[in-house]
């Protein structure tokens, strides 16, 4: 039971709900006392020739009004049972949901998307079980269970009572046994689904590459043997479930061998009449449901629980990004002073940046290149805050950044990724995800800057256009310039570039760089690239190599070192006059 321990929160905010549900619920067990009761006094009255149609009239209309007690009383407690189970469910959605929110990246690489996913469907679908179901289970057996056998000893025999419920208490050693198990096997099989989940989760949002390397026989086997585990896992649940069935069935039935033998003896002595029998075998009837419930709370016991220590591990995890007391909630401007004696990943002992140092003025460019892996997502990273734990200082005006608010600091950067995301609908509200309210001037403003406006226009729906999921309507080189167009309209005082240009031709991307330049002029702007064209006309220039910065300078500058920056400018403008020298030739 320490599961409702555990959720004791939830109950102790909702007892009066509960507590009018478990009323109700104690009631119907009292009015489920009457029928019974009365077939045993209509089968002595026929016996004894003692019925009359006004006897059996009254017996009837009693029965009538039991019913609809019972009918009143039942809409009564699942109204407030089964409404907690949902805001239950609801609450802890609501937190799992604000906690994946404010989680940071070092989270979302030990959690993956699918995992987390079936933390938020299946995990607390066995929660509101506990709630619903579970109190349901529990309150109904309970009642009925006390309030029948009460009534057998009250109304019948006590003898023959003591006797009939001898097989009961095995009941509960079975269970607590079975239970313990079940849950094991239970914690197993949630873990498998999520398994399953991220799986499906990463092969839909990955399909066109599987087709694309013909690997659609490969992926669905892997699918198989993910489905083949959770078959596996349920069926190691299935096998502890199915067992308490047959225990329940060879305990009640004990209780009706003993009842029958003992009960026909008392008949025969004349210590109780047939219609007090049958009574009585009614009631122990009526103790089946609750000891099959007892079998079924110790299942959804065992599974919320499970769920909950699941949903709890998630819930316990920390931050590392945390904001300082007294923090601003002003968002930042001015110069931006970068400078990290050293930065390594969390559980990597490998040096990101070592000795990265430099200063933009307000309203400057800086460029950065260098290889794949050379660092330079790790100065982006920082800047943005998704890790605080370097040797160093960065500060945007006079202040470190983790100085600031979160939320303040964000306010100031605009921020396209390399890996554009959009999100499934229209490319309007992509645009203006910042802020839904911005009029339809400003987005297109937006756009022109950007270059995609046209584009937009001519499609047909033009900016109601549906993006699809992850804009898979659209063009890698379309996604990237409305990505441009959402950090744009919030006009931030620090613009982040990081390879965001990569699938547009020259052309675009140099009319994208001459809007940004004049829209920007008193505003920062930070472009990372691996193509040179990009950077030129950058204040200044960072060359990255292994978390260092090998070269710096204006382009100029750079070319006049002779250094890896000439040299990748150099190729790459050979590349470009390749496919030109091509076409003179033809």
Excluded: C
Excluded at 47 to 54: C, F, K, R
Excluded at 241 to 263: K, R, W
Excluded at 506 to 530: F, M, N, P, S, Y
């Amino acid at each position: 039971m320490g599961i409702y321990k555990k959720l004791s929160w939830f109950f102790k905010d909702k007892w009066k709900s509960y507590f009018i549900a478990i009323i109700a619920l104690l009631f119907v067990a009292i009015l489920q006392l009457i029928p019974p009761r009365i077939i045993g006094v209509v089968i002595d009255e026929i016996a004894t020739d003692v019925i009359t149609t006004n006897s059996l009239m009254r017996w009837l209309v009693i029965l009538v009004l039991t019913a609809v007690a019972q009918y009143a009383l039942r809409y009564v407690w699942r109204v407030n049972i089964w409404g907690n189970a949902q805001r239950l469910e609801k609450i802890m959605r609501n937190r799992l949901y604000k906690h994946f929110t404010e989680m940071d990246s070092e989270f979302y690489q030990k959690y993956r998307t699918g995992d987390l996913m079936a933390h938020a469907t299946n995990d607390l679908r066995a929660l509101r079980m506990v709630a619903g179901g579970g109190i349901v289970t529990m309150a109904d057996s309970l009642s009925i269970t006390v309030i029948t056998i009460t009534a057998m000893f009250v109304v019948v025999d006590w003898r023959l009572t003591l006797l009939a419920i001898i097989p009961l208490p095995f009941l509960a050693v079975a269970s607590r046994y079975l239970g313990r198990m079940l849950h094991t096997r239970f914690r197993g099989a949630q873990d498998a689904f999520s398994q399953m989940n991220n799986k499906v989760q990463e092969s839909l949002q990955g399909i066109k590459r599987i087709k694309t390397f013909g690997q659609e026989k490969e992926d669905i086997e892997e699918f198989h043997e993910q489905t083949d585990n959770i078959v596996a896992k349920n069926r190691e649940v299935y096998k502890i479930d199915s067992l308490f069935d047959p225990v329940l069935d060879l305990i009640i039935g004990s209780s009706y061998v003993i009842a029958i033998i003992v009960g026909g003896h008392l008949i025969l002595d004349m210590e109780i009449s047939v219609g007090e029998f049958v009574t009585f075998i009614s009631y122990i009837g009526m103790l089946v449901w609750p000891m099959f419930a007892i079998g079924r709370l110790f299942n959804i016991i065992e599974r919320g629980s499970a769920s909950y220590e699941r949903i709890e591990l998630l819930l316990s995890e920390k931050s590392a990004i945390v904001e300082r007391k007294g923090a601003a909630n002003e968002p930042p401007a001015g110069d931006i002073e970068f400078k990290v004696d050293s930065f390594k990943y969390p559980n990597s002992e490998e040096v990101a940046l070592k000795d990265v140092s430099f200063n933009i003025k307000k309203g400057n460019t800086l460029g950065i290149v260098g290889k794949t892996g050379a660092g330079k997502t790790s100065i982006l990273k920082l800047l943005l805050r998704d890790y605080d734990h370097y040797d160093g200082e960065i500060k945007f005006g006079d202040n470190d950044i983790r100085n600031y608010t979160l939320d303040a600091l964000l306010q100031s950067i605009g921020y396209v990724p390399q890996d554009t995301f959009l999100f499934s609908t229209s490319i309007r509200d992509n645009i203006r995800f910042s802020d839904p309210t911005l009029s339809q001037e400003k987005v297109e403003i937006a756009a022109k800057i950007s270059d995609i406006h046209d584009d937009i226009v001519s499609m047909p729906n033009g900016y109601d256009t549906q993006t699809g999921e992850r804009g898979v309507s659209l063009s890698g080189g379309q996604k990237q310039r409305v990505s441009i167009a959402r950090a744009l309209i919030k006009n931030p005082e620090l613009m982040i570039l990081d390879d965001s240009l990569s699938a547009v031709d020259a052309k675009t991307e140099e009319e994208i760089l001459r809007g940004l330049k004049e829209l920007r002029e008193d505003q920062t702007t930070i472009i990372v690239a691996h193509r040179i064209s990009s950077l030129m006309h950058a204040d200044e220039i960072i060359v990255l190599d292994e978390g260092k910065i090998t070269e710096r300078g204006t382009h100029e500058e750079l070319i006049e070192q002779n250094g890896w920056y000439n040299e990748m400018y150099n190729k790459q403008q050979l590349e470009q006059k390749i496919p030109e020298l091509g076409e003179e030739g033809e």
